[in-house]
């Protein structure tokens, strides 16, 4: 028997000999490629810490002690160790194991964990938490992954510094987040190197300085040997930026090497108040690719076990983000004012193609959302047109810099939100309900979404035309109904404007985006029923076409609005607030995402309960069109 099947939780872990602990590394190596061949997720991220969690778990008594992980998918090793075992194919899986970490599915996640930069912050506040209750644990936070392109664990680094409270930083440098890591934190850890001289020279300067002062020079001497380490510091230790911040700092170290892991963080939970642990790791490590493919497996698709290969998908229209990575390669061409910016997703967002074709155009910000925002603007007033590509549940962190550093002055930067509406098997934390509700409250901002491919190209131009103000697209993480002809090829659309697609007079079904589709097909099945029902696309969701919401009014009696968003003050809750203000007679009932978190599933389902189908749709229809008693053939 291997020694992963005997395994059911951390005590077992506790179990073995030390010498034992390699073979079980490689055994969690093997099952998470193996699982994740057939699940999908996250699997990079993972593989580079199995040594590291393996070590955290024999040194460490969680639950009791906290463990920290940011970002949340470093955490699949964890989720083996600590019970989960036996359900990780069902990993990202309906009904099964999140791939992230969450505090409701097991007492070993002590924080969860879906965006980068949270665990500093977290973990101090849980420091300070015992400290209150005069309780006594250990509180470590793994922060990796790219997680320190972030700003926050910094603001975490720098009062958990102050505070002095004794608190474990482990930093995991692979030197990637997605696409390789950028910023001069960066740099700055590419050049550390191993210095094991570094605190036994600080140690030997401060002792012989020290036993001089009992015989010469007194309190002054001290003080000189006080100046003297810290220059000895400053000269030796490649730790220096951590130090400054008031943690000790050890390392760096192999990350794959578990005993030296042991040893370290043996001692580590010897010594008192912030202190850092800086370790080596390979992302990806044990990945069967012939070449090295790191950002593709940061997260990758079904794929074969043995080579690494993604599984061939069936065949269908391009997917909402090879459109628009096409789409501004091709219109930079015409606009050499265009720059293209991302959030450490060059891929996730199509803009790899962009950055191929246009180097020089393209800047990657890392996981720096409000950075990225607020340079955006800085470029916008010098007359470039910058389009940032961020997911819209990314973008949710740099709302007041979308509003006090774009909107108020009315800066023509372009937001492009991938993954908006329900984002299939990352769930809850990665999904993009929430965009046109906490847009449609910002001042001078417009904001669309495309039908079709063909239609976002359309707003693309019509977004470089607009100079008034932040303009933003929003589309799904799936395949659009169509291809896009090249970029050359559309038009501009008509600013403000919607589209109608079907024309009736008892029910107007207002549909935002992808969600025109499942309403033709309500239509349809209405038709069947007797009901003559209008389809609009209001692929502006703000301005409102008000000559086209004007003539709707005086022809129907009710309206039915559809969005893949949240119903709670989004596009249907605003169009209801106008049309209140035209007519006391008609009704708007809203159709959308209800206010609660959605868990992971295919987004074919998470959009079926929300009854955002045409079956759910024409259900709704149906039932109002009888409290209203419209008339029917």
């Known amino acids: 028997?291997?020694?992963?099947?005997?395994?059911?939780?951390?005590?077992?872990?506790?179990?073995?000999?030390?010498?034992?602990?390699?073979?079980?590394?490689?055994?969690?190596?093997?099952?998470?490629?193996?699982?994740?061949?057939?699940?999908g997720g996250h699997i990079g991220a993972g593989l580079g810490v199995v040594e590291l969690t393996v070590a955290l778990i024999y040194t460490f008594d969680s639950p009791r002690d906290k463990i920290l992980w940011d970002v949340g998918h470093q955490g699949y090793p964890w989720k083996i160790l600590t019970g989960r075992n036996h359900a990780l194919p069902t990993l990202r899986q309906e009904g099964g194991l999140s791939g992230f970490?969450?505090?409701?599915?097991?007492?070993?996640d002590h924080f969860g964990a879906g965006h980068a930069g949270t665990?500093?912050?977290?973990?101090?506040?849980?420091?300070?938490?015992r400290d209150v209750k005069g309780e006594s644990f250990h509180v470590v936070a793994v922060v990796g992954d790219g997680a320190l392109t972030c700003g926050m664990p910094y603001e975490g680094m720098n009062n958990a510094g102050h505070s002095e409270r004794d608190i474990i930083m482990i930093v995991n440098d692979n030197g990637m987040s997605i696409a390789p890591n950028v910023g001069a934190i960066s740099k700055y850890f590419a050049s550390i190197e191993a210095a094991p001289m570094t605190n036994k020279m600080r140690g030997i300067a401060k002792q012989i300085i020290t036993r001089t002062s009992k015989f010469v020079g007194g309190k002054r001497m001290v003080d000189f040997a006080k100046n003297i380490e810290e220059s000895v510091k400053n000269l030796w230790s490649p730790g220096m930026l951590f130090e400054e911040l008031g943690f000790r700092y050890f390392g760096p170290i192999d990350g794959h090497d578990i005993p030296t892991l042991l040893s370290t963080l043996r001692t580590l939970k010897q010594v008192e108040g912030p202190r850092v642990l800086h370790i080596l790791t390979e992302k990806g490590r044990g990945f069967p690719l012939e070449e090295p493919d790191l950002e593709k497996f940061h997260a990758r698709k079904p794929y074969n076990p043995v080579t690494g290969a993604v599984k061939p998908s069936k065949g269908g229209h391009p997917a909402w983000t090879k459109i628009f990575g096409t789409a501004i390669t091709e219109l930079a061409a015409e606009h050499p004012e265009i720059v293209v910016i991302t959030a450490a997703m060059p891929s996730g967002t199509g803009t790899d193609a962009f950055q191929k074709r246009w180097p020089d155009r393209f800047f990657d910000v890392g996981i720096a959302e409000g950075h990225g925002t607020t340079f955006a603007a800085g470029l916008a007033t010098q007359g470039i047109r910058p389009i940032v590509a961020i997911y819209s549940t990314f973008l949710q962190r740099a709302y007041d810099s979308i509003i006090h550093d774009v909107a108020i002055q009315k800066l023509p930067v372009v937001f492009c939100m991938d993954r908006a509406g329900m984002v299939g098997a990352d769930g809850q934390t990665h999904m993009g309900l929430y965009d046109i509700a906490y847009l449609l409250a910002v001042?001078?901002?417009?904001?669309?979404?495309?039908?079709?491919?063909?239609?976002?190209?359309?707003?693309?131009?019509?977004?470089?035309?607009?100079?008034?103000?932040?303009?933003?697209?929003?589309?799904p993480r799936d395949n659009a109904p169509s291809a896009a002809p090249p970029a050359a090829e559309v038009g501009t659309i008509e600013y403000g404007t919607w589209e109608m697609l079907r024309e009736g007079k008892d029910c107007a079904i207002l549909a935002v985006g992808v969600m025109c589709e499942p309403a033709m097909g309500a239509a349809e099945l209405l038709e069947a029923d007797g009901f003559d029902v209008s389809v609009v696309n209001c692929r502006f969701i703000k301005p409102i076409d008000r000559d086209m919401l004007s003539v709707l009014v005086e022809s129907h009696r009710l309206f039915v609005t559809v969005e893949d968003g949240t119903k709670v003050n989004g596009f249907g809750a605003y169009v209801a607030s106008i049309v209140s203000g035209m007519t006391g007679d008609?009704?708007?009932?809203?159709?959308?995402?209800?206010?609660?978190?959605?868990?992971?599933?295919?987004?074919?389902?998470?959009?079926?309960?929300?009854?955002?189908t045409s079956e759910g749709i024409a259900a709704t229809v149906r039932a109002r069109a009888a409290e209203k008693s419209l008339s029917t053939a």
């Open 586 to 612: 008609l009704r708007v009932d809203v159709m959308g995402a209800p206010d609660r978190t959605y868990e992971h599933a295919a987004r074919g389902r998470q959009l079926e309960w929300a009854g955002l």
């Open 101 to 108: 970490l969450r505090r409701v599915e097991s007492e070993h």
């Open 1 to 39: 028997m291997s020694l992963l099947e005997g395994i059911t939780g951390v005590e077992d872990v506790k179990k073995l000999d030390r010498d034992q602990l390699p073979q079980l590394a490689s055994e969690i190596r093997q099952r998470l490629i193996e699982v994740v061949s057939k699940t």
């Open 119 to 129: 665990a500093m912050s977290a973990a101090l506040g849980i420091a300070a938490a």
């Open 443 to 475: 001042p001078n901002m417009t904001i669309t979404q495309p039908k079709d491919g063909k239609e976002l190209v359309g707003l693309l131009r019509c977004a470089l035309a607009h100079k008034d103000g932040p303009f933003t697209l929003r589309y």
